[in-house]
Nanobody
Framework: EVQLVESGGGSVQTGGSLRLSCSTSGFTFDDYSIAWFRQAPGKEREAVSCIVIADSRTYYEDFAKGRFTISSDKAKNMVYLQMNSLNPEDTGVYYC???????????????????WGQGTQVTVSS
């Protein structure tokens, strides 16, 4: 059974940083793409970033480029999202998601992710 557990959320002020963690189990880590999504109050869920575990390729939405960094630890089956220069627009619930990746999809961030964690709250105050 695929399990994803997020941690590391919290409350910070504008300009602050947070590091989110996603602990994974129940699947062959190297065969997957792991992504971070977020959902702000009253808004649709949106993609943030993903990493193809096999070769560590990373992808980011424009708002995350230069501020957020996704990484993985294959020894621990963990994925991280380092978030810097946070602003109130980054407030929301952040979800870790996973899907099998065969390598045939050009932009893994926009694949359908079929395994989800419960989310962790990030609140940025001005």
């Amino acid at each position: 059974e695929v399990q994803l557990v997020e941690s590391g959320g919290g409350s910070v002020q504008t300009g602050g940083s947070l590091r989110l963690s996603c602990s994974t189990s129940g699947f062959t880590f190297d065969d997957y793409s792991i992504a971070w999504f977020r959902q702000a109050p009253g808004k649709e869920r949106e993609a943030v970033s993903c990493i193809v575990i096999a070769d560590s390729r990373t992808y980011y939405e424009d708002f995350a480029k230069g501020r957020f960094t996704i990484s993985s630890d294959k020894a621990k089956n963990m994925v991280y999202l380092q978030m810097n220069s946070l602003n109130p627009e980054d407030t929301g619930v952040y979800y870790c998601a996973a899907t099998y990746y065969s390598g045939s999809y050009d932009y893994p961030l926009y694949m359908e992710y079929d395994n989800w964690g419960q989310g962790t709250q990030v609140t940025v105050s001005s």
